[in-house]
């Protein structure tokens, strides 16, 4: 081999085209398979588009649900509302009819017009319910009192 010397304050480049050849084998070999490297097969570039493809769907997919959800809050918040107004609207309407009654006329024509009188002491009949329930079966006639 020749040696060359250099003259001057410049080097001169040592990857001049056309000397690939020069090159040794080894070093031309690591060359080739970082280009291999750099490069896909059928099947990675398969994976990668199907693995877009499923990332895609399932961001759209859930996407849809928080869009779902957030409409179901919304319709949530205004049935609520709704219920709140007509709760307003039925005790007001409830009050009124509470205020509007005269229960000395009730009376009045409970007493005169359709004969009933209060309650004699024999007519009571107390009993206890055991249980402590809020209503009562009736099982039998309820004695007559007389």
């Not at 509302?81 to 229960?103: F, G, H, P, R």
Request: net charge neutral.
């Amino acid at each position: 081999m020749e040696k060359r010397y250099v003259y001057g304050n410049t080097a001169r480049k040592l990857n001049e085209p056309g000397r690939r050849e020069e090159m040794p084998l080894h070093v031309q070999k690591r060359a080739q398979a970082k280009r291999r490297a750099h490069r896909m097969s059928f099947g990675y570039l398969l994976f990668l588009s199907l693995a877009v493809l499923a990332t895609g769907i399932i961001l759209t997919w859930y996407i849809t649900l928080q869009a779902d959800i957030t409409a179901s809050v919304k319709q949530v918040s205004i049935l609520e509302a709704q219920l709140n107004t007509l709760k307003q609207d039925n005790d007001e309407a409830y009050n009124k009819a509470v205020s509007s009654l005269d229960l000395e006329e009730i009376k009045r024509i409970a007493i005169g017009e359709y004969g009933m009188t209060y309650a004699t002491e024999g007519q009571i009949i107390t009993y206890s319910d055991g249980g402590g329930n809020d209503y009562v079966r009736q099982l039998a006639p309820i004695p007559d009192g007389n």
